[in-house]
């Protein structure tokens, strides 16, 4: 089961929390803009949106996965940054330097290492028992 868990954590940490946490820094030199949270949620799990002006065009776009400001009310000012080629490719400012994302890869990776050695330490300990 321990094995499972640090399979599952691993995959979870090398798979989704990495790259999340890579494209929120991808976003450090983009184009700043003041944006409105347009839709509160689950910012961790990329559901909330902000809408802001970007080359003349009102754009509302979701904040991806990671990032941080969860408890910001609808309404609510946020600095952003964004592509200039692509506007809805945003993140919140403060979020540029990995966010959430970057704490929970290491978290996870760090949880996946611990369940591997206890895999490792009841398969030692499973072998002894059977010698004896």
Same mark, same amino acid.
């Given at each position: 089961?321990?094995? !499972?868990? %640090?399979?599952?954590?691993?995959?979870?940490?090398?798979?989704?929390?990495?790259? %999340? %946490?890579?494209?929120? /820094?991808?976003? &450090?030199?983009?184009? /700043? !803009? #003041?944006?409105?949270?347009?839709?509160?949620? %689950?910012?961790?799990?990329?559901?909330?949106? @902000?809408? =802001?002006?970007?080359?003349?065009?009102?754009? @509302?776009?979701?904040?991806?996965?990671?990032?941080?400001?969860?408890?910001?009310?609808?309404?609510?000012?946020?600095d952003? #940054?964004? &592509?200039?080629?692509?506007? /809805?490719?945003?993140? #919140?400012?403060?979020?540029?330097?990995?966010g959430? $994302? !970057?704490?929970? $890869?290491?978290?996870?990776?760090?949880?996946?290492?611990? =369940?591997? $050695?206890l895999?490792?330490? !009841?398969?030692?300990?499973?072998?002894?028992? #059977? /010698?004896?």
């Amino acid at each position: 089961m321990s094995l !499972a868990f %640090a399979l599952l954590l691993g995959a979870l940490s090398a798979l989704v929390m990495f790259p %999340a %946490a890579q494209h929120l /820094r991808s976003l &450090q030199d983009g184009e /700043r !803009a #003041r944006a409105t949270l347009h839709t509160a949620g %689950a910012c961790m799990t990329g559901q909330c949106k @902000v809408t =802001f002006e970007a080359n003349g065009q009102t754009v @509302v776009a979701d904040l991806p996965v990671g990032s941080g400001g969860g408890k910001s009310s609808v309404g609510a000012a946020v600095d952003v #940054r964004y &592509q200039a080629d692509d506007p /809805r490719v945003v993140a #919140r400012e403060q979020d540029t330097g990995g966010g959430g $994302a !970057a704490l929970l $890869a290491w978290l996870t990776a760090g949880a996946a290492v611990f =369940f591997l $050695a206890l895999s490792g330490a !009841a398969a030692i300990f499973l072998a002894r028992q #059977r /010698r004896t």
